[in-house]
C-alpha cells in the first residue's frame, strides 16, 4: 500500500485535480491529495500526499511558497492572467526603474481583494461560476504577507520576471495586476512557475512522465516524516508507551516543551506529538490503523 509524499513538477494545461486522478491509476491508490492547488496554465510544485500521508495535507497548506512569475505591461484581462479575454490595452511608458520603485508598495502585508476568476465561496457559489455569467460581484480584500517581491529578468521592454515569496492565500496574478495599475498602464500575469511550496523545491519534483515510466511508482514517494523534518525526533522509551500513543491517550514523559516527531521503539514514525510540561500529547497521528 503506498503510503508517502510525492513532489510533481506539474505540466501546463493540467489541473491539480487532473494529476490527482492521473497517480491515483499509477498508484492504485484512492486516498491521494494535494496542497496548493495551481492553475492550469502554471507548472512547477505540486506536493501529493498519497495513502495516510493525506492527514499532513492540513499542515502543508500553512507553509510559505515561492514562484516566479511572468509579468506583462500594457495589458488587462478579465481573470487577471493571459488566458482570459483581454479588457484593456495601454501604452506602456514605465521602465524597469519605475517597476523597481513600486515593488516596496506590494511587500510586506498587504491588502489583496480576490480576482472574479476564483474558487472563493460567495453565497454558496465559487467566484469563478459568478463570473462566467458575466457576474461581479464585491468582494473584501484579504490580507496576504509578500515576503520577498524582485525582478530577476526583463524577457522585452514590456515583460518582466518576477521572484515572489508569499503566504498562503495570496494570488500572484493579482499582485501582477495591482502592480500594473500602479504604473497606470495596466498589467497581467503571461506565465507561473512555482518554485517552492509546503517547504520542498523544484530539486525534489519528479514529472509523471517519470512516475508513469518507473518500475516501482511508490519507490519514488518520500516518507511522510519529510515534511515534518524541521521538528525534532522522539523515540518512545517502551512498547507500553507506544500502546498509549497508539490508543490516542497521553503520555508522561520528560523533556523540553515542543512539537515532536514521534517514533516507536522499533523506529515507525507514529504521530507528530506536542510535549507540554511532561506530557505528550497527539496533534496527528500517521500510522496505519
Known amino acids: 500500500m503506498a503510503n508517502g509524499i510525492l513532489i510533481i513538477d506539474k505540466p501546463a494545461g493540467w489541473t491539480s485535480h487532473d494529476v490527482v486522478a492521473k497517480l491515483r491509476g499509477i498508484l492504485h491508490e484512492k486516498r491521494i491529495g494535494h496542497a496548493g492547488t495551481l492553475d492550469p496554465m502554471a507548472t512547477g510544485v505540486l506536493p501529493v500526499f498519497v495513502g495516510r500521508a493525506t492527514r499532513a495535507v492540513e499542515f502543508a497548506a500553512e507553509r510559505e511558497k515561492e514562484y516566479l512569475a511572468g509579468l506583462r505591461l500594457g495589458l488587462t484581462t478579465d481573470t487577471q492572467d493571459t488566458t482570459g479575454t483581454v479588457t484593456a490595452t495601454h501604452p506602456v511608458t514605465a521602465g524597469r526603474a519605475d517597476l523597481e520603485a513600486v515593488l516596496p508598495q506590494f511587500t510586506g502585508d498587504i491588502l489583496q481583494i480576490p480576482p472574479m476568476y476564483s ?7 465559487k467566484l469563478y461560476e459568478l463570473a462566467r455569467r458575466g457576474q461581479e460581484v464585491e468582494r473584501d480584500p484579504r490580507p496576504v504577507t509578500i ?3 524582485e525582478i530577476l529578468d ?3 521592454p514590456t515583460e518582466y520576471t518576477l521572484r515572489v515569496a508569499c503566504s498562503k492565500g495570496t494570488y500572484v496574478r493579482t499582485l501582477c495586476h495591482d502592480i500594473g495599475q500602479a504604473l497606470g498602464c495596466g498589467g497581467t500575469m503571461y506565465a507561473l512557475r512555482r518554485t517552492q511550496a509546503a ?4 530539486d525534489q519534483a519528479v514529472t509523471l512522465e517519470a512516475v508513469q515510466a518507473a518500475a516501482d511508482p511508490a519507490g519514488l ?3 511522510v516524516e519529510a515534511y515534518f523534518a524541521h521538528h525534532p525526533a522522539l ?3 517502551s512498547a507500553r508507551a507506544e500502546r498509549k500513543v497508539r490508543n490516542g491517550n497521553p503520555l508522561s514523559l520528560p523533556g523540553e516543551d515542543g512539537v515532536y516527531r514521534v517514533y516507536s521503539p ?3 514514525f507514529l504521530a507528530l506529538s506536542r510535549l507540554d510540561q511532561g506530557r505528550l500529547t497527539t496533534i496527528k497521528s500517521f500510522f496505519e490503523v
Do not use: V
Open 266 to 268: 522499533e523506529g515507525a
Open 235 to 237: 523515540t518512545l522509551p
Open 221 to 223: 514517494l518520500l516518507p
Open 119 to 125: 474558487a472563493i465561496k460567495r453565497q454558496g457559489q
Open 199 to 202: 517547504g520542498f523545491t523544484l
Open 154 to 156: 526583463q524577457p522585452s
Open 147 to 149: 515576503h520577498a517581491l
